[in-house]
């Protein structure tokens, strides 16, 4: 009995410490689209899933850094394949993409 009340109270333990959906960290494509079906994203190869729309990130003024690479299919919603994805010379959580004389700014999509 002392060891079922041990059990139950790890396990309380740990089910209280985990994040549930939609709770914080960073968000993935199908969470993205659930909260918005006609989000413009990219999501990298590495997970990180970024949106394009946030009106604060145009006024920072970001810089295009590095090259990361380009659209490859699926990887976006609106982007086109070979659009170029920049890093910006700032530390932040944004990347640049550029096509067809476009320069948009999309931010690392994170939960509350």
């Known amino acids: 009995?002392?060891?079922?009340?041990?059990?139950?109270?790890?396990l309380?333990?740990?089910t209280g410490c985990y994040p549930g959906a939609n709770e914080g960290g960073h968000l993935s494509r199908s969470q993205v689209l659930n909260l918005n079906p006609d989000a413009d994203l990219i999501e990298l190869e590495d997970g990180d899933v970024y949106t394009q729309g946030a009106e604060w990130v145009k006024e920072k003024g970001y810089q295009k850094g590095e090259k990361l690479g380009e659209v490859?299919?699926?990887m976006a919603t609106k982007a086109p394949v070979g659009a170029d994805i920049y890093?910006?010379?700032e530390n932040s959580p944004v990347i640049i993409v550029e096509y067809n004389g476009l320069s948009k700014m999309y931010l690392l999509a994170m939960g509350e």
């Open 72 to 74: 490859k299919k699926g």
């Open 12 to 14: 309380l333990i740990v």
């Open 1 to 10: 009995m002392r060891r079922l009340a041990v059990y139950f109270a790890f």
């Open 87 to 89: 890093k910006t010379k």
